[in-house]
């Protein structure tokens, strides 16, 4: 069974700063990979989604690679802000419609 | 409107009350799902509809009962629930690529 994990689970940065989420897989047969943002008691947002022949995705200040073979992603945070305060969640799409979530990395971005 | 809706946005009920949540997507996406997510926890995969057809039940207790009239709509009817129930319910859809959320349902079982 696919299992998903996500370090650090809390992150505390001062505004400005570049950081790196990061998220790994155990089984590398995936189709895809999605990471989300979600707000205290809030649903997800959907922030990136790479494709399994893809090895990154780019939009705005927000950058995620993908290394399928190492079962590893990482979501990078350029010039953070403290809007970015949420949590991010990774998750991995196998064939089919099952999605595995990781459990989180709280990040909070001190003004 | 677009995306995912999810009705009503916060329940309240006890333990012996019946009552239904809600989800529309108006992506035009073949398959949906229920997530629960409780504090602390990471999110947990409930049913899985695809063309209206149930492919997925984690195990879930047959107080939570799923009802997909159309690839349009999920439902999640509830029935004498406990107290450990109480958690934010999620609905997503998809098709072919990732998920869309829909914002939850706020659950709180007394």
């Known amino acids: 069974k696919q299992e998903v994990t996500q370090i650090p689970a809390a992150l505390s940065v001062p505004e400005g700063e570049n950081l790196v989420l990061n998220c790994s897989f155990t089984d590398s047969a995936i189709y895809n990979l999605q990471w989300f943002r979600q707000d205290p008691g809030k649903g997800l947002t959907s922030l990136l989604l790479?494709?399994?022949?893809?090895r990154e995705q780019t939009s705005g200040r927000l950058n995620a690679s993908l290394d399928k073979s190492s079962g590893r992603s990482t979501l990078y945070i350029a010039a953070s802000q403290p809007g970015d305060s949420a949590t991010y969640l990774c998750a991995v799409r196998n064939t089919g419609n099952q999605f595995y979530f990781g459990t989180g990395t709280s990040l909070t971005v001190i003004p | 409107e677009t995306g995912v809706t999810q009705t009503p946005r916060h329940l309240v009920m006890g333990m012996t009350n019946k009552k239904s949540l809600k989800c529309e997507q108006h992506?035009?996406?073949?398959?949906m799902y229920w997530y629960k997510q409780s504090a602390k926890k990471p999110l947990e995969l409930m049913f899985v509809y695809n063309f209206k057809e149930q492919t997925e039940n984690n195990s879930v207790p047959s107080r939570f009962s799923p009802e997909c009239p159309n690839s349009s709509h999920l439902f999640l009817h509830l029935h004498t629930l406990q107290p450990e129930d109480s958690a934010l319910y999620l609905c997503?859809?998809?098709?072919?690529?990732?998920?869309?959320f829909g914002p939850g349902t706020r659950l709180t079982v007394l």
């Open positions: 992506l035009g996406h073949n398959a």
């Open positions: 790479i494709q399994s022949s893809q």
């Open positions: 997503a859809s998809s098709q072919g690529g990732g998920q869309f």
